[in-house]
Nanobody, 124 residues
Framework: QIQLVESGGGLVQAGGSLGLSCATS????????RGWFRQGAGKEREFVAV??????????YYGDSVRGRFTISRDNATNTVYLQMNSLKPEDAAVYYC???????????????WGQGTQVTVSS
């Protein structure tokens, strides 16, 4: 079992920045990738970003709607993955989730463990 806890959500004005954290605990033997997803009101869960947690090469992928504005990063010493969100837009408002998978994927079904989510609200 892997436990994931997101933090850092809140209210921000459009054009502002916000940083999210995802802390990991538990059995991480099969934990290879960490993804960020979001789900806006009345919308399907959407892929935001993913990166691998270890390996010689770092693989990072972003969803089309956030590429160039959001940055995913990791701190292996603290088992924490971050999502820095810049130039926020009202359409970025959503509950943001981090999730764990055994491989890099953009698909929600490939993720076995999820955090409880953190709300991001963007005012126009």
């Amino acid at each position: 079992q892997i436990q994931l806890v997101e933090s850092g959500g809140g209210l921000v004005q459009a054009g502002g920045s916000l940083g999210l954290s995802c802390a990991t605990s538990g059995d991480t033997v099969s934990d290879y990738a960490r993804g960020w997803f979001r789900q806006g009101a009345g919308k399907e869960r959407e892929f935001v970003a993913v990166m691998n947690l270890y390996g010689r090469t770092t693989y990072i992928y972003y969803g089309d709607s956030v590429r160039g504005r959001f940055t995913i990063s990791r701190d292996n010493a603290t088992n924490t993955v971050y999502l820095q969100m810049n130039s926020l837009k009202p359409e970025d408002a959503a509950v943001y989730y981090c999730a764990a998978a055994k491989y890099i994927s953009r698909m929600t079904n490939d993720y076995n463990f999820w955090g409880q989510g953190t709300q991001v609200t963007v005012s126009s």
